[in-house]
């Protein structure tokens, strides 16, 4: 398929991130977490690798990426 099946979605969501910061140098990881449909505590824990993300909340955050 395309490069995005090498990604790990920890990664990719990291790059999401900083491609929205990059366009808007006062968004913030609450932020990010509001539109992806996270609390941002556990948006944090997933991206420092502390806590895993279902397959259900995947889809979720993929429909709204």
Known sequence: ??????????Q???RE???RVRR???Y?????ARDIGMQ????SEVLRGLRGISR???EKIAKKI
């Open 1 to 10: 398929m395309d490069q995005l099946q090498n990604v790990h979605y920890r």
């Open 24 to 26: 808007n140098s006062g």
């Open 12 to 14: 990719f969501l990291e």
């Open 28 to 32: 913030s990881l609450r932020a990010f």
């Open 56 to 58: 259900s909340m995947a």
């Open 40 to 43: 941002p505590s556990k948006l």
């Open 17 to 19: 991130y900083q491609s």
